[in-house]
């Protein structure tokens, strides 16, 4: 078990680009699967293409990076486009750390966060635990909001 206390966040550089795409890949995996459409050439080529266009930033234990996340702020919403927590360490209360950060921005900035999950992803339960409530699904995505309390 890993020590809330051990978790840091760091800037990713293009140089994490390589190790993040495969946390990401690990962590759409078994989703993806589900509903056939997990192609991890095709899925770490376009986020490595567009790997510029996030300012990613890492989740750090020791010298281990065990997750990333990045937020995009839009005119009147914050778009959480990224959290993604390596495998082993998920289900230990970092992605829940990392959503509490992010609901202090959002309130700081008083702009409610958007999300996008995969339609049978065990993240929707995960969002909706944590407050986001469902505004949008189709076939393959629910897109979620979470408004910040005053």
């Known amino acids: 078990m890993i020590n809330m206390i051990d978790i840091k966040i760091e800037p990713?550089?293009?140089e994490h680009a390589e190790k993040l795409s495969e946390i990401y890949l690990a962590s759409l995996k078994e989703s993806l699967?589900?509903?056939g459409a997990f192609n991890p050439i095709k899925l770490k080529s376009q986020f490595i293409d567009n790997y510029s266009q996030f300012n990613?930033?890492?989740i750090v234990t020791g010298n281990k990076t065990i997750g990333f996340f990045s937020i995009?702020?839009?005119e009147?919403?914050?778009w959480l486009v990224h959290l993604y927590i390596d495998i082993p360490h998920q289900g230990k209360g970092i992605g829940t750390i990392i959503l509490d950060r992010v609901k202090r921005l959002s309130k700081e900035k008083n702009l409610p966060i958007r999300l996008t999950a995969i339609k049978n992803s065990k993240s929707n339960s995960f969002y909706q635990k944590h407050g986001f409530i469902k505004i949008n699904d189709d076939d393959s995505n629910i897109d979620y909001k979470y408004e910040p309390s005053c």
């Open 33 to 35: 699967e589900r509903v």
């Open 72 to 74: 995009k702020e839009m």
């Open 12 to 14: 990713a550089t293009p």
């Open 56 to 58: 990613f930033e890492k």
């Open 76 to 78: 009147d919403h914050l």
